[in-house]
């Protein structure tokens, strides 16, 4: 596909927060952005008129893309192009192709090269933070030993096993062995502290990794096998300069999908929720996909509450990656 040199915006009052998102994203690529604002949405005959004379002022091919907007206002740009003999485009993520409606109608496969940054920047988001660099080689072995032998669901048991008897601020505690199984111990040592699966070591830098961040590190590896280009641990601010964690996030076919992760027993059901929800509002509504992935079963207010915003739940023991890919 091609990238244009030039983008005219026709934005409401209603829509023109998103259109002051979108021209920042435009200009950071060295793309001339004109505006048209405070148009009536639903004033056919005057949206139409103002097309028109937009159209006429162009000396290059202008293409109109009808993907986004309201549909009076899509119908009116439409038919003037039409009228014109102009292309048309609009742009199906969900079949990952661009549709073109005039001169003459064929589909070709929609190639963008569009970052994570670009989508949250886009939404009016700014990324400060991402951990993706914390990832050490040894976390993906150790998956991969899990995986191999089977012992995810009871690793997992094990750091469930291990907070609830243990806590995390005991410093005096040294040893824990999975007393089931044997299989897992950790240690704490003066050198460090050290996770065997059997005979496999594994050196812990991170005290956050069996609290909890395994899960994400794991969804991230699961992301990486496949293909993907996933980010862990984003901190993104918007323009009230409010800070939220994204927990892993990750584009496939041009939507961004968010993850939250939580391992152990969901305690606090308000503060899950309203995770949910801010998670959700990033999403970017259509076309953003959200997930919730946890160890432990959710209870039925929570399960309900996040049907309600349509972030889909899915438990680690039963998780199908190609449900979470395909949302």
């Not at 040199?5 to 409401?12: C, E, P, R, S």
């Not at 963008?112 to 991402?130: A, N, P």
């Not at 008897?165 to 999975?178: C, E, H, L, R, S």
């Not at 999403?283 to 207010?301: E, V």
Request: hydrophobic share 35%; net charge positive.
């Amino acid at each position: 596909m091609f990238k244009p040199k030039n983008v005219i915006l026709f934005a409401t009052p209603e829509e023109k927060k998103c259109a002051d998102n979108l021209e920042k994203l435009f200009r950071a690529k060295k793309i001339i952005t004109i505006r048209k604002d405070g148009l009536d949405a639903y004033d056919y005959i005057g949206f139409k008129n103002i097309v028109k004379q937009e159209l006429l002022k162009q000396k290059n091919m202008t293409i109109l893309n009808v993907t986004a907007g309201t549909k009076l206002m899509a119908l009116a740009a439409y038919e003037v192009f039409k009228e014109k003999k102009k292309p048309i485009i609009y742009c199906n993520t969900e079949r990952n192709q661009i549709i073109h409606l005039s001169p003459y109608i064929y589909t070709e496969p929609l190639k963008l090269e569009l970052t994570i940054e670009d989508y949250l920047k886009s939404h009016g988001y700014k990324v400060v933070q991402t951990g993706s660099q914390t990832v050490r080689r040894e976390y993906f072995e150790l998956f991969e030993i899990l995986e191999s032998k089977n012992l995810l669901k009871k690793f997992s048991n094990y750091l469930d096993f291990y907070r609830r008897n243990q806590g995390w601020q005991n410093k005096a505690f040294k040893t824990y062995v999975d007393k089931k199984d044997k299989i897992f111990t950790f240690q704490r040592t003066t050198t460090g502290n050290f996770l065997y699966v059997n005979d496999y070591k594994i050196k812990l830098e991170d005290d956050e990794f069996l609290k909890g961040k395994w899960l994400e590190y794991f969804t991230y590896y699961l992301l990486i096998k496949k293909g993907l280009n996933p980010e862990l641990g984003v901190k993104i601010t918007y323009e009230n300069n409010v800070e939220n964690e994204i927990d892993v996030i990750f584009l496939k076919n041009h939507q961004l999908h968010l993850i939250s992760c939580k391992s152990g027993k969901q305690s606090d059901v308000n503060k899950s929720i309203y995770e949910i929800e801010t998670l959700r509002n990033i999403a970017g509504g259509t076309y953003g996909k959200a997930f919730l992935l946890t160890t432990n079963p959710l209870n039925l207010k929570i399960k309900q509450r996040a049907e309600a915003l349509h972030v889909k739940t899915l438990t680690f023991e039963n998780l199908n990656i190609k449900e979470l890919i395909d949302g």
